[in-house]
């Protein structure tokens, strides 16, 4: 098989002393990749994509909007992941704090947090400039906020209770109201920011511009709360909505629309795992004409980059059989 991606000409390693071994793809027009040499060995210093890839020049973006670049990371071992994700999430925030003064990060629920554990350690947990950080939710159960299912108690437990960030920059749903209330609140809270500044507006598209999403991927291809085959991930107006009949538990959530995912500076999309193996495949695979996207192929962002952040297993069914 051949995967195609949004991808440039170039193959190269991550470079920096903090980085793992791995590979990456620097995108900016249509590539077709080759067959995907075997990821079993152990060596982490191998390209994860073939030196042999071919550019095929003039195609269009199969998955990609006009500005949007993809990479593609592929990690032997979680524990390197995490690494690279600290330090990627740092620079940006750097970047941000510079440029805006603020840096606005939108989480998921799920394994993403255990992922951005390494932030909440030397150097990053010094060296960060938490006081620059907003928090936001691309989706949350509509749960009190200390329930087992919260997002937020997630993010609360394995992350946020271990760096400095204010606490009035963390931006929880009103757990008192019902799922279409909180979704109205939340939407309404963003509105409140875009308007004071601190989240960027995207002109194009007139949705908020969040600096960083960091998502998760579940095995059925859903991201945030956009679930396959139902009608929420055609929401094209609200920017936040809600859900009463999720496939996953607990039913009742809200969450961004893809208007607001697409229109982020940056995406991080972290997957690991075989259970994922058939999403991902399908997600970079040449079938841009395919009617029944994934929701995760349908996270096109319209002037950013995303990156996927993945393990060997979650590649595994990329490779040439
Ligand atoms: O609240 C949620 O359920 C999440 O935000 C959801 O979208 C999650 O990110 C994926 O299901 C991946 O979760 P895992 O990484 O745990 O598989």
Redesign the pocket.
């Known amino acids: 098989m051949s995967i195609s991606v949004s991808a440039a000409a170039v193959l190269q390693p991550l470079t920096g002393r903090a980085s793992p071994p791995a590979y990456r793809v620097t995108a900016n027009r249509r590539l077709r990749i080759g067959p995907i040499p075997s990821l079993s060995s152990s060596s982490a210093s191998k390209p994860i994509l073939p030196a042999a890839a071919m550019a095929t020049d003039g195609a269009a973006p199969a998955a990609s909007g006009a500005g949007s670049k993809q990479k593609l990371l592929v990690f032997d071992a979680e524990e390197d992941l995490a690494v690279s994700l600290a330090k990627y999430t740092a620079e940006l925030s750097e970047k941000f704090a510079a440029e805006r003064g603020a840096f606005t990060v939108v989480l998921?629920?799920?394994?993403?947090i255990k992922a951005l554990r390494k932030l909440t350690e030397p150097p990053y947990l010094d060296s960060v400039d938490w006081s620059k950080w907003h928090v936001f939710w691309?989706?949350?159960?509509v749960v009190p906020k200390d329930h087992e299912d919260s997002?937020y108690k997630l993010a609360l437990d394995g992350f946020l209770s271990k760096v400095p960030i204010p606490t009035g920059q963390v931006y929880a749903i009103n757990d008192a109201l019902s799922a279409e209330g909180a979704a109205d609140d939340y939407e309404t809270c963003l509105r409140r920011l875009v308007k004071n500044g601190v989240i960027a507006m995207l002109a194009a598209t007139g949705f908020p511009r969040f600096d960083l999403q960091l998502?998760?991927?579940?095995?059925d291809g859903?991201?945030?709360?956009l679930f396959p085959g139902h009608p929420l991930v055609n929401e094209n107006q609200k920017w936040v909505t809600y859900i009463k009949d999720s496939p996953?538990p607990p039913p009742e959530?809200i969450t961004f629309t893809f208007p607001v995912i697409n229109s982020s500076a940056y995406i991080a999309m972290?997957?690991t795992g075989a259970g994922?193996a058939g999403a991902v495949q399908k997600a970079l695979s040449d079938k841009e004409t395919s009617s029944d996207k994934l929701p995760v192929e349908m996270a096109v962002l319209q002037d950013g980059e995303f990156t996927w952040f993945t393990d060997k297993e979650a590649v595994s069914l990329l490779q040439n059989k």
């Open positions: 998921s629920g799920g394994s993403l691309v989706d949350e159960r997002n998502l998760g991927m579940g095995p859903h991201i945030a709360s996953k959530r972290v997957v994922k």
